[in-house]
């Protein structure tokens, strides 16, 4: 197959006939659920807003489909795609360009941390091709998805702009309202890094091999500022209330008291908690998820320790 300057139209019939021929099958275990709603692939490209300055990350290339319309659009694409036979793939349909590259690999280097040859070549790419922002714009496989967008939220490398797709569970949580039943650490986390849009729910036909859940198209804008709490006494950084949230999260069924009493590797009395509630106005009695996003950042200057990973 020659590239073109065209995308090719994914379609179930073209799917099903390209893998046929290099007799490829997704693999559900890699999350390969490959779009062939061509107008839902245009909306996440449109939404992008790509122009000639923005070096693009592709996590999950797949047939290269999605691929091919990132490179007509963007100054530089970066690929990632852990399958090897899809990883050739993709370098075939998109071709010999000089403004995509592709890394065959493990986008994460554990669920903590996105790999070094990632971010070498992220840091190297848009250096080289003088672009001015980068990009997240990917249909995520639903394994990493979480890790992923979180990953990239918290690493010091500013990303400018998510367009994902992903399990519209995972959506939900991202966006969710306190009081909510979805409403947790994921949701803390992210709103507290960026604003959330869900843009379009998916339905499941969307996608070939059909997944059993619908998905959402996301829109993640990072907060162009650091994140910063007022009434702090040390500095704070997004590993440290990834940490935090973890550990207090995963006592959601007690209330606030008994959750901070229970965190990992902590050694607080009840004197201690409420002391330190007091100070900050937060009656233990009530359950964090009734707390909004700048309450719970209060509630992480008052009891961090410094914990990066919490309890993982």
Not at 55 to 74: F, H, K, P, Y
Not at 230 to 257: D, V, W
């Amino acid at each position: 197959m020659e590239s073109t300057n065209t995308p090719p139209r994914q379609t179930l019939s073209y799917l099903t006939g390209l893998l046929a021929s290099r007799r490829i099958r997704p693999n559900s275990k890699l999350g390969q659920n490959l779009l062939i709603d061509l107008n839902l692939m245009d909306l996440v490209v449109s939404s992008a807003q790509l122009n000639s300055d923005d070096m693009v990350l592709e996590v999950g290339c797949g047939t290269g489909s999605l691929t091919s319309r990132l490179v007509g659009q963007a100054g530089f694409v970066l690929g990632v795609e852990i399958d090897f036979s899809m990883a050739d793939l993709a370098q075939e349909v998109v071709g010999s360009r000089e403004n995509f590259s592709l890394i065959q690999c493990d986008v994460l280097a554990g669920k903590n941390k996105i790999r070094d040859e990632v971010l070498v070549q992220l840091e190297q790419q848009k250096t080289k091709h003088q672009l001015k922002q980068i990009k997240l714009v990917a249909n995520l496989p639903f394994a990493v998805a979480t890790p992923v967008i979180a990953n990239l939220l918290i690493n010091p490398l500013p990303i400018h702009l998510m367009v994902v797709m992903v399990q519209w569970e995972i959506g939900q949580k991202m966006a969710s309202l306190p009081g909510g039943p979805d409403f947790g650490a994921l949701s803390i986390l992210v709103q507290s890094l960026a604003q959330v849009e869900i843009l379009r729910k998916i339905p499941a036909t969307a996608f070939w091999p059909k997944p059993k859940v619908d998905s959402a198209i996301v829109r993640i804008t990072p907060h162009n500022q650091p994140l910063t709490v007022e009434g702090a006494t040390r500095e704070l950084t997004p590993k440290n209330l990834r940490g935090f949230l973890r550990n207090l999260y995963s006592h959601r069924r007690k209330n606030l008291r008994g959750g901070l009493l229970a965190m990992q590797g902590r050694n607080w009395t009840k004197k201690e908690v409420d002391e330190k509630l007091l100070k900050i106005g937060i009656p233990g009695e009530i359950r964090a998820e009734t707390l909004d996003v700048a309450t719970h950042l209060k509630l992480w200057a008052q009891f961090d320790d410094g914990d990066e990973l919490g309890n993982s």
